[in-house]
């Protein structure tokens, strides 16, 4: 890792999905606030009640999240990281406006154009972009999963850039393995699962 100054310190997501509550509590007594889980159900189940109990707590939505789960999805979470398609973004607005929350989003672009992945082209973050902003969705930055057994570096400097062009805030992307690379290119929030909690069974 070069050795940058930064003018920001990232913040840490803790990706807690399929760890159960009493392996997370000791993490959240030790104060720290950011979790992320891939599953709304899940989510719902775990989260409900220790967050009533903890108003700091902000949990992410980093799994990919249906149209018909979007009311739970905005009553629980605090940032939703996998917009990607105009219904989902107007749904999220629609039911944000119901439940009176203000939810924060990002949009996950396919950085890698792999068929098998969610989020946006390249091509179309722009258009998507203006549509999010039109409809009154708070767009807060964007979020990739870079392509397995590639050099993240070369997605992460995409990422960068394109954050740059839209002049967006936040940075969402870096994982256990090369979280490290993302930080060298601005990631602002950093989703770390296994360096933390240890390898899921």
Known sequence: MQNLKLNYTPKIIAVSK??????IMPLIE???FDFGENKVQEAVEKWTDIKEKNQNLKLHLIGKLQ???VKYAVKLFD????VDNE???KKIVDESLKQN???KNFIQVNIGDEDQKSGVEI?????????CVKINLDIVGIMCIPPINHDSKIFFEKMKN??????LKELSMGMSSDYIDAVDFSATYLRIGSKIFGNRS
């Open 87 to 89: 219904k989902l973004a």
């Open 79 to 82: 940032f939703i990281h996998s």
């Open 18 to 23: 399929t760890f159960s509550i009493e392996k």
């Open 67 to 69: 149209t018909n789960k």
């Open 30 to 32: 030790h104060g720290h």
């Open 123 to 131: 091509n179309d973050l722009d258009s998507f972009y203006k549509y």
């Open 162 to 167: 394109l954050r740059q062009n839209l002049k």
């Open 101 to 103: 929350r203000k939810i």
